[in-house]
C-alpha cells in the first residue's frame, strides 16, 4: 500500500492547567491523496484539537503526525515551513480569516506575496486562477468582506487557503455557519476541488447529513477519542458502536437518504448564495 499524505499516529494532546485537559488521546488515523476524511463528534469530543495537532498549531503530548510517511516534529527550518505550507485550515468563521479592511483582491494576493510571488501581473493572473476555482465573479474583487454573504466570504477564504497550494485542507465546521443552501453548495465546491486539485480534505463536521455526501471515510469521536472508523456509508449505514447509532438518531432525514449534493451542483455559481 502507498503511504498515505496524512497519517496521525496515537495521538494525544493535553492542554495545559489546573487541571490539564486530555482533550485527544491515542487517536489514530490516514488520509490518502484525493481523499475527503470527515472527523464527527459532539462539541468538546476533541475535533479541532486533532486539527490543531495536523497543523501544527498544538503539540502532540504522544504519539506522531506524518506527512508522506515524514514525521512532522523532526522537521526544522525550510522544510518545516514547506510541510507547513502543505496543509492549510479553513475555518467555521470566514471573518476571522479575511482582514475587514482589506478589499477581497488585497486579500488573495497577500498569501502569493508571502510564498515570494513579486511580479504584478503574475499575481493578478494567480488571482484571477483563485477567484475561478471558488466561483467567485471577478466583479468581486474590489468588494470588502461586509458587502459579501457569508457563502461568498467562505469561498475566498478557501481561494486564500488554495492560494499556498496545499495538499490537505482542513476545514473545521468550514460550512456550520452558513445556511442550509449554501452549504450545499460550499460542500459541492469542495468536492469538486478534491476532484480537480486531488486535494485531500480533513472535513470537521457535526452535520452528518453532509458528511455522507461528501466523505468518503470517516471517523466518529466521542471525549477524545475515535469510537471507530471507515468507509462513509459503511459506517452510517451499520455503526459499529452505540454511540454512532445515537447520532444518526438525532439526524433523521439521513435514514431517508437525505440531501442531494448533485442536484444542488447549480448551486455552485455565486447566484446560489446571494449578500
Ligand atoms: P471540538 O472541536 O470537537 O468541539 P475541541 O478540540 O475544541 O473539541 O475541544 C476538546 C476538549 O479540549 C474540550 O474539553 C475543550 O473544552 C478542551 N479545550 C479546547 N481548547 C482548549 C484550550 N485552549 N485550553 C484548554 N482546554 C481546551
Ligand atoms: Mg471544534
Known amino acids: 500500500m502507498s503511504v498515505p499524505l496524512l497519517s496521525v499516529q496515537d495521538l494525544s494532546v493535553v492542554y495545559p492547567g489546573s487541571p490539564p485537559v486530555r482533550a485527544v488521546e491515542g487517536c489514530s488515523l ?9 472527523l464527527v463528534g ?3 469530543s476533541g475535533k ?34 514547506t510541510a507547513r505550507r502543505r496543509i492549510q ?4 468563521d470566514p471573518d476571522a480569516s479575511l482582514n475587514p479592511y482589506h478589499r477581497i483582491g488585497t486579500s488573495l494576493a497577500e498569501p502569493l506575496r508571502v510564498r515570494g510571488i513579486k511580479d504584478k501581473a503574475a499575481i493578478e493572473a494567480r488571482v484571477s486562477e483563485l477567484l475561478a476555482m471558488v466561483r467567485i465573479d471577478r466583479a468581486l474583487l474590489d468588494r470588502r468582506p461586509r458587502e459579501l ?11 486564500r487557503a488554495l492560494a499556498m497550494e496545499p495538499e490537505l485542507l482542513i476545514a473545521d465546521e468550514a460550512l456550520s455557519a452558513l445556511d442550509v443552501s449554501t452549504q450545499a453548495a460550499v460542500g459541492a465546491l ?23 455526501h461528501l466523505a468518503d471515510r470517516v471517523a ?12 462513509c456509508g459503511a459506517v452510517l449505514d451499520a455503526p459499529a458502536h452505540r454511540y454512532t447509532r445515537l447520532l444518526l438518531d438525532a439526524t433523521p432525514d439521513l435514514a431517508r437518504g437525505g440531501i442531494d449534493l448533485d442536484a444542488e ?7 446560489g448564495d446571494v449578500a
Open 265 to 271: 451542483e447549480a448551486l455552485l455559481d455565486t447566484e
Open 42 to 44: 459532539e462539541s468538546g
Open 89 to 92: 485550515m479553513v475555518f467555521q
Open 149 to 159: 454573504s457569508g457563502g461568498q466570504k467562505q469561498r475566498v477564504a478557501i481561494a
Open 190 to 212: 469542495l468536492r469538486e476541488l478534491r476532484d480537480r486539485l486531488s486535494l485531500s480534505i480533513l472535513f470537521i463536521s457535526h452535520d452528518l447529513l453532509m458528511v455522507r
Open 220 to 231: 466518529i469521536m466521542r471525549g477524545g477519542q475515535i469510537l471507530e472508523q471507515g468507509v
Open 48 to 81: 479541532s484539537t486533532v486539527a490543531r495537532a495536523v497543523a501544527g498549531l498544538v503539540r502532540p503530548a504522544q504519539g506522531q503526525i506524518l506527512l508522506d510517511g515524514v514525521p512532522l516534529e523532526g522537521l526544522r527550518g525550510a522544510a518545516a515551513k
Open 30 to 38: 490516514a488520509i490518502g491523496r484525493g481523499e475527503i476524511f470527515a
